[in-house]
DNA sequence: ATGAAAGCGCTAACAG
DNA sequence: CTGTTAGCGCTTTCAT
């Protein structure tokens, strides 16, 4: 194997040998990657037809630690397998993209210790800006944010007091509209459905809307049924609608925490022969793609999701350019009336 | 401004800050931190210590580029709003996590021209071993994953002639084995829906087994219905399934690219009132958390998403540890019957 | 158990 | 429009 022809792992090509196969400075190589560099055209030519001919790869690594650019953003969410946040992570995406961005994404599994765990390791790769989702944190995680020196976006939520900068909305308020209007439509005695309390704080704070709105209408605001540990499952949705009629049979609407537990909730009156709505009316949140078609179809909260995401990109995107101001933006979730609440 | 002490945004500290602080060389604080290497325990925590107290955050970047090693595995999968692809990056997450390497995620939007611009974009990061949705890429695609001379993983799919590894299986074949069950059954006239051939590779696959398999029986295999651009939505299988049910009455039984198709259709039988599975059966693909919970629930084929992502991961580990051989990890898609189809 | 020197591959800064 | 020099922050390699 001391025959250097054959197709042993040579080390890959670098600029370097561009530079010499082309006759030109290594500098002049890397102008002729940028495309708004002075070059001349025919120079140009020359090199990316060299760099092709070697099967040149650019390497990123060694370009962000000269110029302190990475062109990472790290994302952290709950969980990969949401459609909610899948969406948002689409939106945001698609508008770093666009700058050919690359985001790096970690899971935090509904757990702010991980989620600490996660910033810090994410922080390592010296992302250009850090995107989390929720306000809540551990303080040490705070802290890590704090000190990035790097742009901080919170998301889905609209914290009291934020790091620097969010795109979201008061996860309460919005379940008070939904409240609102099934007691405009006639409903009185009504539940709500969510995981148990604690870890999932945007669910916590649903449950918490619909505890306020309930008291401001003057209604019981103790029918409350803990479906699980976050996130909620179907079935779990399903079980938790299960112990509501036997628990509390006379209830006549129902609040999930999300759409897919409020399907599951449905197809337990469906096994059960219960009619909905005119027995027990159910509603939802985060307008995922089933509630849209189920039979009846669900009323719910659209968050918004994708439009958090692509928000977030842009906002992102003038911060970088311009050192822009701090973003607070407040995104109005939407209710959605539909079959299942009449 | 002048003042030094004020908050302006000083560098952030490296090794070298802290090797003067502590009173040792850069290269003692860069063993510090490896957990492996010959240090003294006080030394090592005079240098955490200190690394805590100037907020030090370690650099990957600059020790990527020196050592030539990322942790980064590159992924790409057709969507991130997907749950079948989403427990696949997530199995693959959690062993990767285990040894801290990232996960670089990358969307082609089922597109082959997209994969081939983002496998082009995610080398450049120089990752340690790539891993792909589908055995079917652009040429240039195909040679620039041949070129990197990193670990190349073909999922979701058992490619006749693979780049180097795989962890998949037959679409075909899994689609052949509902068609068997739906003949033994005792269902004839079996239709498929499924999305317009041509773009996504695991639909025609999919397509492709039910011809087989119907004509391997003797049974007229043209009850095909085109249901949009992959991937196919619960809408559109609602579309497809009204479709059906005007053109083709007698059809008995149809099966579905996946599940989301697959109760979108039932849905449509659901507003009809045509009844599951006596008038019309139905079978679906993935194994989604819908099927085992709708009314009725859904025949369907598991194919081992998460399980595809542990092996990917696992494989990815072997081979980086140990040079491990070529992996071909055949994965065997599961038949689940459910009421939908008696 | 610790240190000194060198350099990974690229680009900022300056020169021409 | 092109080149030269230096160096980003770390770790390899070789000493001691």
């Known amino acids: 194997m001391t025959d250097p022809s054959v197709k042993a792992p040579r080390k890959p090509p670098t600029m370097a040998d561009i530079a010499r196969v ?45 110029s302190q650019k990475t062109d990472f953003v790290a994302v952290t969410i709950p969980s990969i397998n949401n459609a909610n946040f899948a969406d948002t992570v689409g939106g945001l995406s698609e508008v770093l993209a666009a700058r050919s961005m690359q985001i790096l994404l970690g899971y935090t599994n509904y757990d702010m210790q991980e989620e600490e765990r996660l910033i810090e390791q994410l922080l390592r790769r010296k992302p250009q800006a850090i995107v989390v989702t929720g306000g809540k944190h551990t303080p040490r995680a705070r802290r890590l944010l704090e000190n990035a020196h790097i742009p901080v976006i919170e998301t889905w939520d609209a914290p009291t007091d934020p790091i620097g900068h969010f795109v979201g909305f008061s996860n309460a308020q919005a379940v008070r509209g939904m409240v609102d209007h099934l007691v405009e439509v006639g409903y009185r005695k009504i539940a709500f459905i969510g995981g148990d309390a604690g870890r999932d704080t945007r669910g916590s704070d649903r449950r918490l809307g619909f505890i306020e709105a309930m008291t401001a209408h003057g209604l019981d605001a103790s029918r409350l049924i803990a479906a699980g540990t976050p996130p909620i499952s179907m079935r779990e949705g399903a079980n938790a609608m299960a112990r509501l009629l036997h628990d509390l049979p006379d209830t006549e609407a129902v609040i999930c925490v999300s759409d897919l537990s409020a399907f599951g909730a449905l197809t337990e009156c469906q096994r059960r022969g219960i009619s909905v709505p005119e027995r027990i009316a159910i509603g939802g949140f985060g307008d995922y793609e089933i509630g849209g078609i189920s039979v009846p179809t669900l009323t719910t909260i659209n968050a918004r999701a994708r439009e958090i995401g692509l928000s977030t990109g842009q906002l992102i995107l003038d911060i970088l350019d311009a050192s822009g101001d701090v973003g607070h933006i407040r995104i109005d979730p939407q209710l959605i009336v539909r079959e299942s609440t009449r």
């Open 22 to 66: 082309t006759g030109v400075s290594p500098m002049t190589v890397s102008r002729a990657f940028k495309s708004d560099s002075l070059i001349s055209p025919e120079t140009r030519d020359a090199i990316l037809k060299a760099a092709d001919d070697l099967g040149y790869v650019f390497d990123s690594t060694a370009s962000s630690l000269r």
